[in-house]
């Protein structure tokens, strides 16, 4: 009797979520193992298609006559392990999709490369004999034995390469020393190393009174088992960093490993820098802008237990860490913790089943927390921990609101208010730094009014209309719509129109305004590659520029003691995103902008730059009052049953035809009514908020409920109509996606 094996075919389709059994032919029965990827025979052709091994055994539901033979295991490969596989089943059961999909997104690296070595040249004799040798040798013509054995007596140990270079001994000469028994070279692997160390970046730094409270008071209670999460809510500059590496460090210490996540790619370089120089080269980063060899090394010291430290961003949770013992999510407010492909999980939910069954600590930081994590301090489901002090003798920034709408009233027409210019000049005549933030997020879609600063709101909701290309405004949230104004409803001014704004115009303009200041600029366009990150922050912090101008990746977590002033402008553009969140990450991006000046001792000032200076975000973050934003924004989210007051799913649906994906959505709305039990509020189906994108139509159903496992029991009646509704004769082409608590508007 023979052996068989599940497999999981490489194509996401609903149809083909399923394993299906192969048997396992005589010369693989002692090479296979769970977790590898397998050339199979598919389909009434026998195609040849991958595949991964999710278990084996020596029973099959089928006769052998109906069983197909796996033909080989895929070389190359990287194999999946047993904790890897069940988090996938976790993530497929939780998310929605398909078990292949959710199997690709745990796998970090899916192919094996080419190894680096090097070799390590060894004396095998003594300082005599060497020199018996070197004395016994003519020394016309073994010149180059000779130079090989008096470089021994210098140093036991060389490295082949710099023999070969700098001594210019040939391959020829060290293997007849070899076969005559004076040296050994042994071969080692190099890795390929993904940031180069910098020295500027000090050891360590003695805590203060608040931090170290912080440090032992959740040590003390992970020793007496409340492995609840954490969350610090520190103010900017009041050394979270610093409360993560003492936590790392006594974990590390224990012999386990811990995973640190970041938003940003361009917070890696001096994140990295500072736990090199406190923990060494045992630790290392994960992320995308890595290139496949630097990627597969990364995931192999991982697997083999030589890194202690992995950071990067939410993907680093999928490093094959076998003694995770703490997970740090620093920034966790940030919206890129969450996926926008499928499945679509979230980082801080994704860590809190990890560190539940690792039975490690899950530490997360902000100074301008999630809504979600907060309102769990409060039902006392996460630990809360506060910091309200800045490190050292740094204290708080002052920060000016300056209303654009009296600037344009006044004759000003620049996108630099008067105080903010006088205080750009001041700062270059100082030799101090200064930031300028463009709030690139929500610019697009909103109308509003450059003379009162009015925008066009939905009359039922509390969401700005978006235009579209029709010429009209629509609410996505309720349907509303309406024509757009030719002139303000409020002020009567002719100045209402869309907002366009951009980093590049802006810079030519500063260029203009400034023309002996050296400005750096970082945005999309200018960090392509993983090479663009370090080389602008590190120009920056090396004093080379007097201005950063930049989108919401320069306000992220970013450290320069130089910087004195921070410039806020188009500050409220986020405001009139047609989206519920939009007033938390207003606060949240001024918040962060503003505590980036003054962190060191020099005192700093912000300028924050707007159309609605009266906003109680604008306000709020301006005083760095984030208990009082937490208790307004909550008391808005209460009153119309959002998040995190109420869960909600979205059900996206794709169709290349116009109303198949409309007909789907009701259907499958219909199904979840149909599904028993109590029946969680359905709002919808609509057309998203960009109906049409790539040639595909564009279809949201809503689903509300305050018991997320009532949302999970209505994503299951989904998808099991859906394949159905998939499968029968006809069905249109219609792709469904799920978004739980969704953090980007559909």
């Known amino acids: 009797m023979g052996r068989y094996a599940s497999v999981i075919i490489d194509i996401a389709l609903e149809k083909l979520d399923r394993p299906f059994t192969y048997k396992i032919p005589a010369e693989l029965e002692d090479k296979l193992e769970e977790g590898m990827e397998v050339c199979i025979p598919f389909g009434k052709g026998n195609t040849l ?15 052998d006559d109906m069983l ?48 680096l070595n090097y070799g390590m040249i060894h004396a095998l004799v003594d300082e005599e004999r060497l020199k018996n040798e070197i004395n016994a040798l003519n020394p016309i013509r073994f010149a180059a034995r000779i130079k090989l054995y008096k470089a021994l007596l210098s140093a036991q140990e060389l490295p082949e390469d710099m023999v070969k270079d700098k001594l210019n001994i040939s391959a020829a000469v060290l293997k007849t020393a070899e076969k005559d028994g004076i040296i050994k070279i042994e071969k080692l692997r190099r890795y390929r190393a993904p940031v180069a160390a910098n020295s500027r970046y000090s050891a360590k730094t003695e805590l203060n009174d608040e931090q170290r409270a912080v440090v032992d008071e959740i040590l003390r209670a992970r020793e007496k088992g409340d ?8 103010v900017t500059g009041s050394g979270k960093t610093e409360v993560y590496l003492e936590l790392i460090e006594k974990i590390v210490a224990e012999g386990r ?30 992320h995308s802008k890595l290139s496949d060899g630097e990627r597969y090394d990364q995931y192999e010291r991982a697997r083999k237990g030589e890194l202690d430290i992995i950071i990067g961003p939410r993907s680093a949770l999928f490093v094959p860490f076998e003694r995770t013992g703490i997970i740090i999510i620093d920034e966790e407010h940030e919206g890129s913790y969450k996926s926008e492909k499928m499945p679509k999980y979230h980082a801080r939910e994704v860590a809190a089943y990890l560190a539940e069954r690792e039975n490690a600590l899950l530490v997360m930081g902000s100074a301008t927390p999630s809504l979600e994590s907060y309102y769990r301090t409060q039902k006392d489901e996460y630990r809360l921990f506060s910091l309200r002090s800045r490190f050292g003798n740094a204290v708080l920034p002052k920060v000016y609101i300056e209303d654009m709408r009296a600037e344009l009233k006044s004759g000003n027409k620049g996108f630099l208010s008067r105080r903010l210019s006088e205080l750009l000049t001041e700062r270059m005549l100082k030799g101090e730094q200064s930031m300028l933030f463009i709030n690139r997020r929500g610019i ?46 409020k002020c009567a001014s002719k100045y209402i129109a ?40 590190s120009s920056f912090a090396n004093g080379e520029a007097d201005i950063l101008l930049g989108t919401q990746m320069i306000v992220k977590g970013h450290d320069f003691p130089n910087v004195t002033l921070v410039g806020a402008l188009a500050a409220d553009m986020s405001l009139n995103l047609s989206d519920y969140h939009s007033a938390e990450r207003t606060f949240q991006l001024l918040a962060q902008a503003a505590g980036r000046a003054g962190r060191a001792e020099r005192k700093g000032e912000v300028v924050i730059q707007t159309y609605q200076p009266e906003h109680y975000a604008i306000q709020l973050a301006a005083a760095h009052d984030y208990e ?22 979205t059900m996206q649906f794709f169709s290349s035809d116009v109303g198949a994906g409309m007909e789907r959505a009701v259907r499958i709305a219909d199904a979840i009514r149909a599904m028993g039990g109590e029946i969680p509020e359905i709002i919808g189906p609509a057309e998203a908020l960009i109906g049409k994108l790539k040639d595909s139509y564009r279809t949201g159903l809503y689903i509300r409920h305050k018991d997320m496992k009532l949302l999970n029991r209505a994503k299951d009646a989904a998808e099991e109509a859906e394949a159905e509704l998939a499968t029968a004769p006809g069905a249109a082409d219609v792709m469904l996606q799920f978004d739980f608590d969704p953090v980007n508007s559909f």
């Open 444 to 489: 697009a879609g909103f109308v509003s009014c450059r003379s009162c600063g009015y925008v066009v709101n939905c009359p039922h909701c509390s969401v700005s209309l978006t235009e579209h290309k029709d010429g009209f405004l629509h609410c996505h949230y309720c349907g509303h719509k309406e024509e757009k104004p030719g002139i303000c409803p």
């Open 257 to 286: 490993q811990a995973i640190v996540l970041i938003p940003e790619i361009s917070l890696t370089f001096q994140t990295l820098m500072r736990f090199y120089a406190r923990f060494g080269e045992r630790v290392s980063v994960m």
């Open 68 to 115: 197909k033979y796996i033909d080989h295991i895929a070389e190359k490969s990287v194999n999946m392990e047993g904790r890897t596989l069940a988090l996938a089943a976790w993530m497929k059961k939780n998310y929605g999709g398909t078990l292949i999909t959710a199997m690709r997104t745990v796998l970090p690296v899916k192919k094996k490369m080419k190894e």
């Open 49 to 63: 298609r991958k595949g991964y091994v999710v278990a084996t055994g020596d029973r099959a539901d089928l006769p």
């Open 498 to 537: 869309g907002f366009k704004a951009g980093t590049e115009r802006m810079e030519e303009e500063l260029k203009k305004l400034y023309p002996s200041a050296g400005i750096l600029r970082m945005d999309a366009d200018t960090t392509k590659n993983k090479a663009d990150y370090d080389r602008i922050l």
């Open 628 to 649: 009082d934003f937490y208790e307004q924004e909550m008391s808005y989210r209460e009153l119309a049953d959002f998040p995190p007051v109420c869960h909600m799913l």
């Open 227 to 234: 492995l609840r999460p954490a969350l610090l809510h520190g």
